[in-house]
């Protein structure tokens, strides 16, 4: 089976741009969340769905947004980016009710704006 | 709220020798707590979790952790290094009450000499 696919693998934006990157969960998972991860961190938290409901948010501004399709797949938007937003955006799936505790990643999306 | 320490930013290690990464956390109710690692350019990948069972869990590639809950402690360790080890290593907590969001400590480079 495939495992978390996201698109694409890097890009690169100006400052004022916007973004929008995508996740492919893994078949039979039906929730997905986001999280960016800066250069030598750890990665944070954006957002979680299931069945297409945002179930949670993390401390990011309002630019960024996101939601779920009904094959599960889901977009991650951002919009007029900054510098600080030159991250790896990663997608993770679980299966069940998007309350069970282990989550697949998927390689990430290289951002880098300019 | 649930948070993870990772202590030392960087671990070297000769090939052959004890690898032993460590993890505190801090949560107020019963925690999940997994390692994940993360070779270059690369996603995260499962090495192994805890889900309140055993106390001792083994993960793959021969690494394994112990839950200690009066240390509040996860540590990971690996009897013998290898040289394909050399990656980054992250600590990660959820629960419940956050809706099983993880959590990541800043995680831990570490580098295998020959």
């Known amino acids: 089976d495939a495992g978390v696919t996201q698109s694409p693998t890097h890009l690169i934006k100006t400052r004022g741009q916007h973004v929008t990157l995508r996740c492919s969960p893994i078949s039979g998972h039906k929730s997905v969340s986001w999280y960016q991860q800066v250069l030598g961190q750890g990665p944070q938290f954006i957002f979680q769905y299931y069945e297409k409901e945002e179930r949670g948010r993390g401390n990011f501004p309002d630019r960024f947004s996101a939601r779920q399709f009904p094959n599960y797949s889901s977009e991650l938007n951002v919009n007029a980016l900054l510098l600080g937003d030159s991250a790896l955006y990663l997608c993770?799936?679980?299966?069940?009710?998007?309350?069970?505790?282990?989550?697949?990643f998927g390689p990430g999306t290289r951002l880098t704006v300019t | 709220a649930q948070s993870v320490t990772q202590l030392g930013s960087h671990v070297s290690v000769s090939e052959g020798a004890l690898v032993l990464l460590r993890c505190n956390y801090s949560s107020s109710v019963p925690p999940y707590l997994f390692w994940y690692v993360q070779y270059p350019n690369q996603g995260l990948q499962l090495l192994l979790k805890y889900t309140s069972a055993a106390t001792l869990v083994k993960g793959i590639n021969d690494f394994e952790a112990e839950f200690k809950k009066s240390e509040t402690s996860f540590h990971l360790t690996k009897p013998s290094a290898h040289m394909s080890d050399a990656a980054e290593y992250f600590c990660?907590?959820?629960?419940?009450?956050?809706?099983?969001?993880?959590?990541f400590g800043a995680g831990t480079t570490v580098t295998v000499r020959a």
């Open positions: 990660a907590v959820s629960a419940l009450s956050n809706d099983y969001k993880l959590s």
């Open positions: 993770a799936s679980s299966s069940g009710d998007g309350r069970v505790y282990e989550q697949y």
